[in-house]
């Protein structure tokens, strides 16, 4: 049960974590496969964050402390599932 719980966590971790960079993907693909009408940005997007954020929930996704493990049930709980 406990193993289901943190698979379950990681989950929603990964899922929010993919959310990021598909929205970013929406934006960029119309410019790589053909005319856009958005304008290009005026300095270069800050790639850091992005992939500290995917490092992040990698690690999350691989070890979960119980007591994060304990807030994400809590907060399940609070959601209803």
Not at 20 to 30: A, D, G, Q, W
Not at 33 to 55: M, N, R, S, Y
Request: some cysteine.
């Amino acid at each position: 049960s406990s193993r289901r719980r943190h698979t379950r966590c990681a989950l929603v971790t990964g899922v929010q974590t993919c959310a990021l960079p598909i929205s970013i993907l929406v934006r960029v693909l119309p410019m790589v496969f053909g005319d856009t009408e958005l304008k290009p940005l005026a300095h270069p997007p800050a790639l850091i964050p992005v992939f500290a954020h995917l490092l992040l929930a990698l690690v999350l996704g691989l070890y979960i402390p119980p007591y994060l493990n304990g807030w994400y049930v809590q907060a399940a709980k609070m959601l209803g599932s």
